[in-house]
Each structure stands twice: as structure tokens, then as C-alpha cells.
């Protein structure tokens, strides 16, 4: 079984800077994505940013320039370091690991609140 185990969220003030890491707890093998969602309240779950196993990225619009996306693939883990944070950056941020390795798989992260004071 496979758990993703997200840290790094918490309270910043707006210009701050925070990295969100989400390690997972067993061996995965056939990776093909690892990315970041993230949802506030009344909303739906947005991409925010996402890296293939082929180290190719992509970004929603509103982050592009101050988040950047990155993974360690020996130890299964993604990040995510979040510069110049915006209030409208506050939600719940989900990590999430795709691919296929004899039946394709989609595992989801807990879920790591960040807020960011005005």
C-alpha cells in the first residue's frame, strides 16, 4: 500500500516563501507524472503545477514565475517551493503521483493547508 505524506504548509504573510515536500511510503515504479493540486474552499481542485518522468514541467498561469516544481526520484518525493506567496495562493495544496505498472495508478496526498495573511 501506498501512502504520499505531504509537509510543509502552514502560515505565511503575502511576499513570503514556503516548499511543500510530499514523500511516498513505498516503492512505486512506473511514475509517469508527480504534481501539485490545490483546492479552497468553495472551489474545485485546480492543477498547480506538474513534472514527468522525463523531467518536463508545467504550470497553471497564476504561479508561473513564482512556484517551481521538482522531484527526487531516487526517494520518490516531489516539492514544490512557493516564492512570493499571494493571499490568492491560500488553499489546500495535494500532491498526486500517476502512472501505470502492470494497471495504472493514482495516489493522492492528505493535503497540506497554506494560508497566506495579507
Known amino acids: 500500500q501506498v501512502h504520499l505524506v505531504e509537509s510543509g504548509g502552514g502560515l505565511v504573510q503575502a511576499g513570503g516563501s514556503l516548499r511543500l515536500s510530499c514523500a511516498a511510503s513505498g516503492m512505486i515504479f512506473g511514475i509517469n507524472a508527480m504534481g501539485w493540486y490545490r483546492q479552497a474552499p468553495g472551489k474545485q481542485r485546480d492543477l498547480v503545477a506538474v513534472?514527468?518522468?522525463?523531467?518536463?514541467?508545467n504550470y497553471a498561469d497564476s504561479v508561473k514565475g513564482r512556484f517551481t516544481i521538482s522531484r527526487d526520484n531516487a526517494k520518490n518525493t516531489v516539492y514544490l517551493q512557493m516564492n512570493s506567496l499571494e493571499p490568492e495562493d491560500t488553499a489546500v495544496y495535494y500532491c498526486?503521483?500517476?502512472?501505470?505498472?502492470?494497471?495504472?495508478?493514482?495516489?493522492w496526498g492528505q493535503g497540506t493547508q497554506v494560508t497566506v495573511s495579507s
Open positions: 498526486n503521483i500517476r502512472g501505470r505498472w502492470r494497471t495504472e495508478f493514482d495516489y
Open positions: 513534472i514527468t518522468s522525463g523531467a518536463r514541467t
